[in-house]
């Protein structure tokens, strides 16, 4: 008998269209008081329809019922575990969501004079120096809105860096462990880009860093600890070879959660990074965001950050400065997604710099007690200390004919989240394991049990697991046909008939 630990919540709720009937409304207003408008002729005839085909028309307690039931079919993190690697999706205390609620934040309007925004000014300036402070750098900006975006601003302040010193570059290196962001973002900016291939530990290979960095070479961008949750030990001469070379060395900070308080990327020799807010400074995440990528840099190149700066003048308050000839201009309208600054100082400040510590200890933990929980039923490609997540790969479990993604597919009928499937590509198989520290021993065990339970039925009943799941209202989607073909917007009946294309 398996151990079910929470199961899928399936209610078989009909689109609010199925749920129509002419006539039914959600809401009564009183008799009208005011001279009618004629819309067709204010608006012009082919601008007003008469009716929508197939709008809904229901009842108000039917369309509370309606949404309140679809909201109990998301998986949250407030429902239990979200074990995807990488993206460190921990619990987002409730105090960040207090205060950026708080009047004068909340409704502080980025046209308000300076004299009058000199709170949100220091929420920013304080930020800016605790990211500094937990980065090891010299100057942080805010205005990224994402990770992504965090790199593509850093390395645009490395080109112009390098072409103010009259050594344009061309190429830009990344590990085959890379983020698929990273060689992305290098394209966007005009580099070329290079893959470097990793040793056979997973990480970077000074010999082959060595015979890669020329004088065409830009950056050398890194994850760290990398994607394979282990920490980079040779970044430090890493960092020395480049910059003996005239080359910058790049870090993606997504997987700060394993060092925050412990151990600072500038110190290590990084030129520049970005962090993800909504990642390691618990902004809650997912869906497309909100986040925000700020990006922390050395002071060679600060100038080069987009504008406005927030400065201190030190007696006359906080101002903002737009004198900055050197920048790279504005990455995003205003200063950044605020709302996002405001939780993750909130965390900052409700943490204190032992408790970041405390954090990223426990993170490092947890992470080590469940590859320590299933060590001996999935493969370890790597052999090297993990940090703040763990990578297996399906090795043993293929044998069955049974894949990564099909033991993330049965994890749902146990009631969790999917670990990070088939990521990092180097490794075959990737099953990408991220408890994150905001989890007690109790959570994890139930997660360990429905691995080890998970990894039994590969053997007894294969079937079964490459089926699932089978709890939930949707079975297994053709995901490469959604990917190219997303259909989110449902269609009458009538329209849909109308335009489907012909078979093929
Ligand atoms: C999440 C992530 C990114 C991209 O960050 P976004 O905030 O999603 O744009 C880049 N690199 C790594 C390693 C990541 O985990």
């Known amino acids: 008998m398996i ?33 009618e408008v004629n819309l067709a002729s204010e608006l012009g005839e082919e601008n007003v329809r008469a009716e929508i085909p197939g709008f809904p028309e229901v009842s108000e307690v039917e369309v509370i019922r309606h949404f309140t039931r679809l909201s109990t079919w ?3 993190i407030d429902l239990g575990l979200y074990p995807l690697g990488s993206c460190t999706m921990k619990y987002n205390p409730r105090v960040n969501e207090h205060v950026a609620r708080l009047e004068g934040l ?20 304080d930020l800016e120096s605790f990211l500094c402070e937990i980065c090891g750098m010299d100057a942080v900006t805010l205005q990224p809105a994402a990770g992504a975006h965090g790199e593509l601003t850093g390395i645009l302040a490395v080109r112009s860096y390098l072409e103010s010193q009259g050594d344009a570059r061309k190429v830009i290196l990344a590990p085959d462990s890379a983020h698929g962001t990273n060689p992305a973002t290098a394209q966007m900016c005009g580099y070329e880009v290079r893959e470097i291939p990793s040793n056979e530990r997973g990480l970077i290979d000074l010999e082959v860093l060595d015979k890669a960095v020329d004088d065409s070479v830009a950056a050398l961008m890194v994850t760290n600890p990398n994607t394979v949750g282990i920490f980079e030990e040779d970044i430090s001469k890493a960092a020395d070879l480049l910059h003996a070379r ?3 060395l790049y870090m993606d900070g997504a997987n700060m959660n394993a060092l925050v308080g412990w151990a600072r990327p500038g110190d290590f020799g990084v030129d520049v990074m970005h962090l993800n807010l909504h990642k390691t400074f618990s902004t809650p995440h997912g869906g497309g965001g909100p986040g925000a990528g700020p990006v922390a840099v050395k002071a060679h190149l600060e100038p080069f950050l987009p504008k406005p700066r927030v400065v201190d003048t030190g007696g006359n308050g906080y101002k903002l400065d737009y004198d900055r000839p ?9 200063y950044g997604n605020f709302g996002v600054l405001v939780r993750a100082l909130s965390y900052i400040l409700a943490h204190g710099g032992e408790g970041l510590r405390n954090a990223t200890a426990d993170a490092v933990l947890n992470a080590n007690y469940i590859r320590q929980g299933l060590a001996d039923r999935y493969h370890l490609p790597y052999q090297g200390r993990s ?45 990408m394991i991220e408890p994150t520290e905001t989890e007690g021993k109790g959570e994890l ?16 009943a294969p079937e079964m697991v490459k089926n699932a799941p089978h709890s939930t209202r949707t079975r297994r989607v053709n995901e490469t046909l959604a990917a190219r073909n997303p259909i989110v917007r449902w269609e009458p009946a009538v329209e849909a008939e109308a335009e489907k294309p012909a078979a093929d």
């Open 387 to 431: 940090m703040h997540e763990v990578v297996f790969s399906d090795q043993k479990q293929t044998k069955q004919g049974i894949k990564t993604g099909d033991i993330a597919k049965r994890l749902i009928d146990y009631g969790f989240h999917p670990y990070t499937v088939s990521f990092p590509l180097i490794v075959h198989g990737a099953l």
């Open 246 to 248: 005239g080359a910058q």
């Open 445 to 460: 065990d139930l997660f360990i049990d429905a691995m080890r339970s998970i990894a039994d039925e590969v053997e007894s």
């Open 106 to 125: 909340a409704w502080a309007h980025p046209y308000q004079p300076e004299e009058l925004s000199q709170g949100v000014l220091r929420v920013m300036w």
């Open 3 to 35: 151990k079910k630990v929470r199961s899928h919540i399936v209610q078989n709720e009909p689109l609010l269209f199925e749920r129509s009937s002419p006539g039914k409304k959600a809401y009564q207003l009183p008799e009208l008081d005011v001279p």
């Open 74 to 76: 998301n998986y949250a």
């Open 326 to 334: 050197q920048s790279i201009g504005r990455v995003r309208a205003f």
